[in-house]
């Protein structure tokens, strides 16, 4: 551990944070991947293990660079990134490879990987929105000067993203909501746009069952009916009733690593539902443990907001760490119940290529951040260490 941290910077409990979640990522993954491994690969299961593996320690490479970059980059890199961002969406929307009803991936045939474009375009779009809020401070409260040219890129990417993916584009809109606050735009304005979207939303499902089409809203409604209201025998209910299994019959300290048996039943058990293989292993210790390495995440997140005397870096650290933080609990309030499915991973756990070096990108940044907050305070210290106080020199005559 003392080899890693002198070769990293920024915030220790940070790093501290991401080792323990990646320990239980490949734990998890490895346990969740029995099934998988039988079914697509002969029963070989260290495939998917070291499979995970190597795109963890790809991830640690990109977290280690991504955090060596001055956060002040990260301004310049965000107007390209979003450029890229809305074509890449609309490609996918048309010619993305098609899943669950849904066309959220472009497969790269060079390295046969699929690549889920809405992750690249809310972390573009955090980035940018940081941006536009620490250049628009002096005039923030304007609405044509401030407000519209900040929500127009917003509003763009979400739309983007809904038609594929309407969990993904209501937690990036809300962690955007959340930045705008915390960068002083109007709260007349907020509430205003919240009314809107909500109207929008509404008249939007109500045109789409009236016309009868099929697709993905069919598939929201049905999420949110078998929530509200469940029927034991419903296959709409399937996933939800094994993790709900799982989180059920496990005891208090769980069956034990590779214990697993709602792995076996579980569609998404090593993704989606990876929590509830968690809590059915490790039991209630497992599971808040995970849990409370993510509220230390969200709470040094804001302890370097509070510490940060520039905008921009307030602003990027609080929304890469919201949106995380937002994801997380998301997914865990979905494998035990409190929620209706969304298909949301739990970042940093969840078996994944591109989710994971994307999460690891937004955490590099946020260290980034944190990086250069130490620097400067390690600067402050060591000049007022050097100062000479008049009263520490003695006068000889």
């Keep these: 551990m003392n080899w890693l941290f002198k070769y990293t910077y920024g915030d220790r409990v940070i790093w501290l944070v991401i080792i323990l979640l990646s320990m239980f990522s490949i734990l998890a993954v490895y346990s969740s991947t029995g099934t998988l491994a039988y079914k697509m690969q002969g029963g070989n299961t260290e495939y998917y293990l070291f499979k995970h593996g190597a795109i963890v320690f790809v991830g640690f490479i990109i977290l280690l660079g991504s955090h060596l970059i001055k956060y002040t980059y990260y301004s310049r890199i965000a107007q390209i990134a979003l450029f890229i961002s809305i074509p890449l969406l609309l490609f996918t929307l048309i010619w993305g490879s098609h899943y669950n009803q849904a066309n959220r991936w472009i ?28 250049r628009r401070q002096e005039n923030i409260k ?119 048996t709602q792995r076996n039943f579980l569609p998404e058990a090593y993704s989606d539902y990876i929590y509830a293989i968690i809590i059915e292993e490790y039991g209630f210790p497992g599971g808040a443990a995970v849990l409370i390495l993510y509220l230390i995440l969200f709470h040094r997140t804001i302890r370097i907001v509070k510490k940060s005397p520039r905008a921009f870096a307030s602003l990027l650290a609080v929304g890469c760490g919201f949106m995380l933080v937002f994801q997380a609990m998301v997914n865990m309030a979905v494998a035990v119940n409190l929620f209706p499915v969304t298909g949301q991973p739990l970042p940093f756990v969840s078996m994944g290529g591109t989710s994971i070096w994307f999460t690891s990108i937004s955490l590099g940044i946020i260290l980034s951040v944190s990086r250069d907050l130490e620097q400067e305070e390690n600067k402050i210290s060591k000049d ?7 009263e520490s020199l003695e006068v000889s005559y």
């Excluded at 497969?107 to 620490?134: C, E, G, H, W």
């Excluded at 019959?249 to 590779?258: E, Q, R, S, W």
């Excluded at 260490?385 to 008049?390: D, K, L």
């Design 107 to 134: 497969t790269l045939p060079v390295i046969n990987m699929s690549f889920q474009t809405s992750d690249f375009a809310k972390l573009a779009l955090i980035m940018y929105l940081a941006r536009s809020l620490s």
């Design 142 to 260: 304007d609405f044509k000067g401030a407000f519209v040219p900040i929500i127009i890129p917003v509003l763009i990417i979400c739309a983007l993203i809904l038609p594929a993916n309407l969990s993904t584009a209501a937690l990036l809109f809300m962690t955007c909501l959340l930045v705008m606050f915390i960068g002083r735009v109007s709260m007349k304005y907020i509430l205003l746009l919240i009314a809107a979207g909500v109207i929008c939303f509404m008249f939007f499902i109500s045109i789409s069952l009236l016309t009868k089409k099929t697709g993905r809203i069919t598939t929201w409604v049905a999420r949110i009916e078998n929530f509200m209201h469940p029927v034991e025998d419903d296959d709409g209910n399937y996933q939800a009733q094994h993790a709900k299994i799982a989180v059920a019959a496990n005891g208090v300290l769980g069956k034990g690593p590779g214990n697993s």
């Design 384 to 390: 007022n260490s050097n100062q000479i106080h008049p």
